[in-house]
């Protein structure tokens, strides 16, 4: 299709003159017969073609439509290129052709499709974090690596149930049920339980927002929520990590001193009550010893650490069945492992044989061992215990089963000091009891004093293990679904497993061999062993080498974590533990961690060291509630989780939660852990910071601001804190109201209140004589800000032109690290009807300036037509054109505007273009890879551009624009000429009055130089008609410029199909393509844009600002 133009008349009043000639030529008007002409011919031509013959002067407009190739005379053009190819100029001017409009900047803003490959194959390793974070080059070329293949099952779900299942189900939950009965058990699993699944859905929402590398929580936490509270919890994190390899080896000793070999101990108790002492001398041996041979495993080979995992997590979960098959198999035969009583009192039975005081051999009644334990001697009348000879000996049996009565016996609690006897109410007893002289007679007595909290305190390690899949999201085929769904199973599952324990034990077990802590009344059995099916053994191998595989893991972990924090640089003191073997391995950092890890070896006692590490592991998950809940009330634009249930309340819930853990398990550790956080976090604050304190409330708000605004300025916002601090700049009406509200109605949806807004105006004038009006103006804008609901700041700047304020407040709007980093303005819609170029060339030098101060800049069309904050869009989508990357910005806008209800229906639909060269199926895939990385859901489309020969219709509209340019600056400078005369007339008839007054002698040149208005229109007029039709020949034998073609053939093409695809889109957004950087052809680019944008209701043009503004990582 070919176009054909008519020359439109509009009036040209009111248009601002200038007193200079602008002459320069068009410098992309080729091949004109004009350019040729002399100066004179220039003159004459703007003289006869454009000059106006009185006041109501018209300026000639060119306009096109879609027709049949055919200019005003109907005869075909013959010398286009398009139509004849014989002309010599096609060549390979038109080499790619179909992106000409963006080939300007191809260098900073390249096309999509180049770099979809790139964006969309990334490894989610941890150099590539470091790479992201740092965006440093040195050091050794990263390796290889495998591309990750664990799934949901062995990368998440498996190795959560290794850590969460162990030490503390085996050894201590039996206790736990029989000291604190069924219920209070049951609400100390469901508190515990709670919080690790309200933590994990936070930590579910953290880890599928982004990548997360190695460093696990510590990662998530200071990349949410900055490097103070990162390096603070990351710490407390390694140091639970530290201990909990501490109560994992005191764990591994007990059961090899109490249940394997019991003879292996070294130290030996002669008296009962040296008997604590003894145990505790031993686990201190013992787990120096086990500690120094597991750093050494850890030290030579991590690999055989990490392959022996399946072994370990098999025990645990075979271990776990035989539990679960003895149960089932006490309803028909329970086992035999009676417990022995002394009236109402249970015995050790380690040293007799027989629960009888006397017994009958050969018709003789001889005494027993426990007889001995309780007299002074053999004989029949030796001198016993008291309550020895007045109550009698029985037997109870410790497992009566499932089909019995005890579970009502064990509903309650029986907490009791320490020494207190373990006794069995139901049953009679006679006489008292002497407390000094009960602790030497074998009596099953409480070691320590019992109380809720501290079994709280003792039973929460055995639900930590949960950050197990996020510390291992390196190695999985997909960590944003497998770390949710794996996670969250993992605690169901061991939920459901602790809570059907506390009720199975209750129902099980005999209450006072479920308050028998080590199994001395059942011969030293470990007694959760005594109900496994088929023999207690099972249980005791298992929870040994699930405890040997903890406490490996824990030595693992615990220094790479350490190694992650001093080389983040955070805390310099531990940046010596960052340096390591050759191959990464952190030596210096296990060398710490095995160190801190004697400290709970030297304390000894696994119910000790249990609330120690619950501090540092529920001040860890504390804050990972605080990051989940902090940006989701922020909504900063980097927080788009792929899990989808989270909420801030459940992580708020989840941060009490783990505060009243705290307390509850212990006060003075809870003061302990949160001081040691708060040093932490204020070394990192303050390092180097000078600390200036104002008096009183408003100086101390003032300081923080102050305080705040320079810690801004210190660097740039990192990618992911990145969200548009807006610059909006309004237009003013003659009575100083807002031209476009609904520019401020959509500023209201893109910030949703959040960030900074600042709206502009300028006036033209000077500040004394404009005071009133700038004042009028600001409160005029501050009404408009209120009605739409745009919270921000208003600033309004007098200037001598419209050019110089805009500059002014694109350079000085905002105050530090509070400055914008986007600019928001109308298109002029006006710009072809106004006969002031100033209009759009201040257009152009504003985007010109806002890519020099590295702004992003939207510019939206028709802006009077986008919805108003009551408005709510039905179904519908906001289509995005991506067609070169210059940031990303495309991509977050539309998030940003769907979190508000205004939007919030519409769907994301992406564009990119495909040239001849380019695979579109392999670009859809990558694309649609990228965007799951970046967790936006969206419709993804490939639309092919073919390398078409350029129509005679983009060669004709391309034509007509250059007519219209060169028709425009000729009118310019025939405006020009008539003020120069005007001006002319007026200082020769002054000079002439001048020269009669003074009576002065006229002369032959005085003669020549007097002109009157009559004679000079007189002498204009003389060539005027043939002037004009050598104008008009001149200007219609013009050829168009070959760039302008390729520039006009990517508009019309891009044109054609963003309103096949978008047309009925509620908003398109588009890449906004840069000014020329020869500004003479600057009225060009305004014709480009508005062919791109035709046809279109609500487009948003957008440039980026020359940086990221989205990643991939969390």
Known sequence: MGERFVVVPVDG??????????????????????????????????????????????????????EPNKYGDGVLKENSPFINNTDHDKGNSYDGTNMALFEEEMDSNPMVSSLLNKLANYTNLTQGAQEHEDAEDEGPKKKAVKSPQMGTFMGVYLPCLQNILGVILFLRLTWIVGTAGILESLAIVGLCCSCTMLTAISMSAIATNGVVP???????????????????????????????????????????????????AIFVAERKEDEVNALLNNMRVYGTCCLALMAVVVFVGVKYVNKLALVFLACVILSIFAIYAGVIKTIFEPPDFPVCMLGNRTLKNNNFDKCLKTDFIDNLTVTTKLWRLFCDGSELNATCNEYFLNNNVTEVQGIPGLTSSVISENMWSKYGPLDMLVEDKKLTSFGGSDPTKDIYLPYVINDITTFFTLLV???????????????????????????????????????????????????CIEGVLLRDKYGDSVKGNLVIGTLSWPSPWVIVIGSFFSCCGAGLQSLTGAPRLLQAIA??????????FGHGKANGEPTWALLLTAGICEIGILIASLDAVAPILSMFFLMCYLFVNLACAVQTLLRTPNWRPRFKYYHWALSFLGMSLCLALMFICSWYYAMVAMAIAGCIYKYIEYRGAEKEWGDGIRGLSLNAARYALIRLEDAAPHTKNWRPQLLVLLNLDSDHGVKHPRLLSFTTQLKAGKGLTIVGNVLEGTYLTKETEAKKAEQNIKSSMSAERTKGFCHVVVSSNLRDGISHLIQSAGLGGMKHNSVLMAWPGTWKQSNDPQSWRSFIETIRETTAAHLALLVAKNIDSFPTNQDRLGEGTIDVWWVVHDGGLLMLLPFLLRQHKVWRKCKMRIFTVAQMDDNSIQMKKDLQMFLYHLRLDAEVEVVEMHDNDISAFTYEKTLVMEQRSQMLKQMQLSRTEREREAQLIHDRNTASHAAINDKADTGPERVHMTWTKDKLLTERNRNRECNTNVAVRDLFNMKPNQSNVRRMHTAVKLNEMVVNKSQGAHLVLLNMPGPPSNRGGDENYMEFLEVLLEGLNRVLLVRGGGREVITIYS
């Open 567 to 576: 080389r983040d640089g955070i805390v310099p003191f531990l940046q010596v």
């Open 214 to 264: 190695a460093g696990g929580s510590y990662y998530m936490i200071s990349r949410s929520l900055g490097p103070e509270f990162g390096g603070a919890v990351g710490l407390c994190f390694y140091l639970g990590t530290t201990f909990a390899g501490s109560m994992y080896i005191l764990g591994t000793i007990e059961i090899l001193l109490t249940y394997i070999v019991p003879k292996a």
């Open 13 to 66: 009043r009111g248009g601002e003159r200038s007193d200079t000639v602008v002459a320069d030529p068009a410098p992309d008007t080729g091949g004109s017969s004009s350019s040729a002409g002399t100066g004179e011919e220039k003159e004459a031509l703007e003289d006869s073609v454009f000059e106006a013959q009185d006041s109501d002067a018209v300026v000639p407009i060119l306009e096109y439509d879609r």
């Open 457 to 507: 305190g003792i039973y929460f390690p055995s639900v930590t293990g949960i950050m197990a899949g996020s510390n291992r999201s390196g190695d999985l085929r997909d960590a944003q679904k497998s770390i949710p769904v794996g996670t969250i199973l993992a605690i169901a599952t061991t939920s459901f497993i602790y809570v059907t324990s506390v009720v199975l034990f209750g129902a």
